[in-house]
């Protein structure tokens, strides 16, 4: 059996399940960095799960990108204490090279 503990720590959990589908929901099933869909969806915190206790299963703490686009964050940005700027950042590159291209 798993200690609370290890539920936190790997993330075996109803609430998380619950928090993962409804961020899903909420970003269309799509990838906000790349605007991908049909693909391995992740649920990413906009603020450090390992910092933030209390905004681990928060709907708006949760971002929806896919394997690809979250893999690219965490090797630009690390894998610990990340932050909603970071995010910003990572998201507005996209729309840098968006408007580069469209001009």
Same mark, same amino acid.
């Given at each position: 059996? !798993?200690?609370?503990?290890?539920?936190?720590?790997?993330?075996?959990?109803?609430?998380?399940?619950?928090?993962?589908?409804?961020?899903?929901?909420?970003?269309?099933?799509?990838?906000?960095?790349?605007?991908?869909?049909?693909?391995?969806?992740?649920?990413?915190?906009?603020?450090?799960?390992?910092?933030?206790?209390?905004?681990?299963?928060?709907?708006?703490?949760?971002?929806?990108?896919?394997?690809?686009?979250?893999?690219?964050?965490?090797?630009?940005?690390?894998?610990?204490?990340?932050?909603?700027?970071? !995010?910003?950042?990572?998201?507005?590159?996209?729309?840098?090279?968006?408007?580069?291209?469209?001009?």
């Amino acid at each position: 059996l !798993l200690t609370e503990e290890d539920r936190l720590l790997n993330r075996c959990y109803t609430e998380y399940d619950l928090w993962r589908k409804e961020v899903y929901k909420k970003d269309l099933y799509k990838c906000r960095k790349c605007g991908k869909t049909n693909l391995q969806l992740h649920a990413h915190h906009k603020e450090s799960y390992a910092s933030n206790p209390h905004l681990r299963t928060t709907i708006t703490n949760g971002v929806t990108l896919c394997r690809s686009c979250h893999i690219m964050f965490h090797r630009i940005y690390g894998q610990d204490n990340n932050t909603s700027m970071q !995010l910003e950042n990572f998201l507005g590159e996209r729309n840098a090279v968006d408007t580069a291209l469209q001009n």
